[in-house]
């Protein structure tokens, strides 16, 4: 917690990360502030301003602007509160990634082109085509040494000509930075320009996991890991994960992929054997229907299981020259596939319409007009539609 005053307050929007509507609030800005703002591959912090919270922290030059929901009176003094949590898992992945970066470019000549510290996991981008399964496990094996060596991480500053700044690792400053330079040192591995906020040793990291790499752009590498307490959520949820599979599968661990490959052959030998049923079926439905002495002008059909080759069959079977065929596959309430076929003016005229009244959309050509429909539950008013048509064609049926 921190006791500052209010700088200036001024009406804003904010746009959500995940997309969406702006949000209305107010941009603040404080006398000091013990939010990061976003910058240097970090996300800002979040915390609370009095009771009002704080839902973004960026940099407008030298200022931190706190956006919040609720106007404060320039002048009043306040009492800003951090979101530790969130905070202490941002030091642990950018000292983190500090660390990983020095010894990568120390054991392999891999220099660190960007970095992003994500919800979830963090990537580093490597200026390589490639990295090894075995410099993976190497480079994790060496950065979690350092970790049990409980190495110290000091924070410089220096003025901007000092002549020290060339000798320190950089990927360049913001182009309006001003004033001094500040320094990240982990003792005898790495100093490094960086405005981002860090553990005080290297021991506070816990320690790396390295979950492999990924194609880059340009030919780089994605070096993807967790740090910390991400590490211990990764565990956790994978020990959950396992028991879960252990309780369904009943078997160990060890047993758990030959089990699922086992139940993936079974699934498509039973999903192969109900293909051929269905196709059974479609063809003695369509062969039935013919079977009677008056064949009707409407023939409609609905089937819970069942795709669209289902429906061609019987489209096929029965043939489409004199009879108008409505035929869905799919939940009786929900959404599921369509067909309609028969004579090509008559499909032509009502194919649009049939997917308009079932919420859909499709496409057809030469007699057959089929896709997806989103109201199943109107099946009966596309039914009445088409007994219309046919009763306008054969006013004597």
């Given at each position: 917690?921190?006791?500052t005053?209010?700088?200036?307050?001024?009406?804003?929007?904010?746009?959500?990360?995940?997309?969406?509507?702006?949000?209305?609030?107010?941009?603040?800005?404080?006398?000091?502030?013990?939010?990061?703002?976003?910058?240097?591959?970090?996300?800002?912090?979040?915390?609370?301003?009095?009771?009002?919270?704080v839902?973004?922290?960026?940099?407008r030059?030298?200022?931190?602007?706190?956006?919040?929901?609720?106007?404060l009176?320039?002048?009043?003094?306040?009492?800003?509160?951090?979101?530790?949590e969130?905070?202490?898992?941002?030091?642990?992945?950018?000292?983190?990634?500090?660390?990983?970066?020095?010894?990568?470019?120390?054991?392999?000549?891999?220099?660190?082109?960007?970095?992003?510290?994500?919800?979830?996991?963090?990537?580093?981008?490597l200026?390589?085509?490639?990295?090894?399964?075995?410099?993976?496990?190497?480079l994790e094996?060496?950065?979690?040494?350092k970790?049990?060596?409980r190495?110290?991480?000091?924070?410089?500053?220096?003025?901007?000509d000092?002549?020290?700044?060339?000798?320190?690792?950089s990927?360049?400053?913001?182009?309006?930075h001003?004033g001094?330079v500040?320094?990240?040192?982990?003792d005898g591995?790495?100093?490094?320009?960086c405005?981002?906020?860090?553990?005080?040793?290297?021991?506070?990291?816990?320690?790396?996991?390295?979950?492999g790499?990924e194609?880059?752009?340009?030919?780089?590498?994605n070096?993807?890991?967790?740090?910390?307490?991400?590490?211990?959520?990764?565990?956790?949820?994978?020990?959950?994960?396992?028991?879960?599979?252990?309780?369904?599968?009943?078997?160990?661990?060890?047993?758990?992929?030959?089990?699922?490959?086992?139940?993936?052959?079974?699934?498509?030998?039973?999903q192969?054997?109900?293909?051929?049923?269905?196709?059974?079926?479609?063809?003695?439905?369509?062969?039935d229907f013919?079977?009677?002495?008056?064949?009707?002008?409407?023939?409609v059909?609905?089937?819970?299981?069942?795709?669209?080759?289902?429906?061609?069959?019987i489209?096929?079977?029965?043939?489409?020259?004199?009879?108008?065929?409505f035929l869905?596959?799919?939940d009786?309430?929900?959404?599921g596939?369509?067909?309609l076929?028969?004579?090509?003016?008559?499909?032509?005229?009502?194919?649009?319409?049939?997917?308009?009244?079932?919420?859909?959309?499709?496409?057809?050509?030469?007699g057959?007009?089929?896709?997806?429909?989103?109201?199943?539950?109107?099946?009966?008013?596309?039914?009445?539609?088409?007994?219309?048509?046919?009763s306008h064609?054969?006013?004597?049926?």
């Amino acid at each position: 917690q921190f006791t500052t005053r209010v700088v200036s307050c001024r009406a804003a929007e904010l746009r959500p990360e995940g997309g969406g509507e702006p949000v209305r609030g107010f941009q603040v800005v404080l006398e000091d502030t013990i939010l990061f703002p976003e910058g240097g591959g970090q996300p800002d912090d979040r915390g609370l301003i009095g009771d009002v919270p704080v839902l973004r922290v960026t940099r407008r030059g030298p200022e931190a602007v706190h956006f919040v929901p609720t106007a404060l009176e320039p002048g009043a003094e306040v009492l800003l509160s951090l979101d530790w949590e969130r905070r202490f898992d941002h030091m642990q992945q950018h000292s983190g990634q500090h660390l990983i970066s020095a010894i990568a470019e120390q054991m392999f000549g891999f220099k660190t082109t960007s970095w992003e510290l994500g919800r979830q996991r963090s990537v580093i981008e490597l200026d390589t085509p490639l990295v090894t399964a075995e410099q993976v496990e190497a480079l994790e094996k060496s950065v979690n040494e350092k970790i049990r060596d409980r190495v110290p991480v000091t924070v410089r500053e220096l003025p901007a000509d000092d002549p020290e700044i060339e000798t320190v690792r950089s990927r360049g400053l913001p182009d309006d930075h001003v004033g001094p330079v500040r320094v990240v040192d982990i003792d005898g591995i790495d100093s490094n320009l960086c405005c981002g906020t860090h553990v005080s040793n290297l021991s506070d990291l816990q320690v790396i996991k390295l979950l492999g790499v990924e194609k880059g752009k340009k030919n780089k590498t994605n070096l993807v890991f967790l740090v910390g307490n991400r590490v211990l959520k990764s565990i956790e949820q994978s020990h959950s994960t396992e028991k879960a599979l252990t309780s369904l599968l009943k078997n160990g661990p060890g047993e758990h992929v030959e089990a699922v490959k086992r139940l993936q052959s079974s699934v498509k030998l039973l999903q192969k054997n109900n293909l051929n049923l269905l196709r059974d079926i479609a063809v003695l439905i369509a062969r039935d229907f013919k079977s009677k002495p008056a064949p009707k002008q409407l023939f409609v059909l609905h089937r819970k299981e069942g795709d669209s080759e289902f429906m061609n069959i019987i489209a096929n079977e029965i043939g489409t020259e004199e009879t108008l065929l409505f035929l869905t596959v799919g939940d009786e309430k929900e959404a599921g596939l369509f067909l309609l076929a028969g004579p090509v003016e008559a499909v032509e005229n009502l194919g649009p319409r049939v997917a308009e009244l079932l919420g859909g959309k499709g496409a057809g050509k030469r007699g057959r007009f089929q896709g997806k429909a989103a109201k199943m539950s109107r099946r009966g008013e596309v039914q009445a539609l088409l007994q219309e048509f046919i009763s306008h064609q054969n006013p004597g049926a």
